[in-house]
């Protein structure tokens, strides 16, 4: 089992900044892979990002490669997301996630990942 907490979220102008945090506790985190998703009102949750559980590996969603970036640091049991040039349609509800099936692959797919944090809210105005 494993408990995860997001924290970073906000209103940001269109082109502003914002980076995600998401602390984990309970077991090992280096032996989950991570990732983030996104759900804007009225749509489905989407993958943003991933990273496998050293770091060696990382995905991204086309909408988001080349501005947002994900790291994680194995010896604080966090997992970030940097968001630059943010757009008023990366508005949405930013989750976390863990994946303990195939931690140093990392994954894109939603039903992959076991834990999840109860998302922070991230709104771009433009």
């Known amino acids: 089992q494993v408990q995860l907490v997001e924290s970073g979220g906000g209103l940001v102008q269109a082109g502003g900044s914002l980076r995600l945090s998401c602390a984990a506790s309970?077991?090992?985190?280096?032996?989950?892979?991570m990732g983030w998703f996104r759900q804007a009102p009225g749509k489905e949750r989407e993958f943003v990002a991933a990273?496998?559980?050293?770091?060696?590996?990382?995905y991204y969603a086309d909408s988001v490669k080349g501005r947002f970036t994900i790291s994680r640091d194995n010896a604080k049991n966090t997992v970030s997301l940097q968001m630059n040039s943010l757009k008023p349609e990366d508005t949405a509800v930013y989750y976390c996630?863990?994946?303990?099936?195939?931690?140093?692959?990392?994954?894109?797919?939603?039903?992959?990942?076991?834990?999840w944090g109860q998302g922070t809210q991230v709104t771009v105005s433009s």
């Open positions: 309970g077991r090992t985190f280096s032996t989950y892979a």
């Open positions: 996630a863990a994946d303990h099936h195939t931690p140093w692959l990392g994954t894109t797919r939603e039903y992959e990942y076991d834990y």
């Open positions: 990273i496998n559980w050293n770091g060696g590996s990382t």
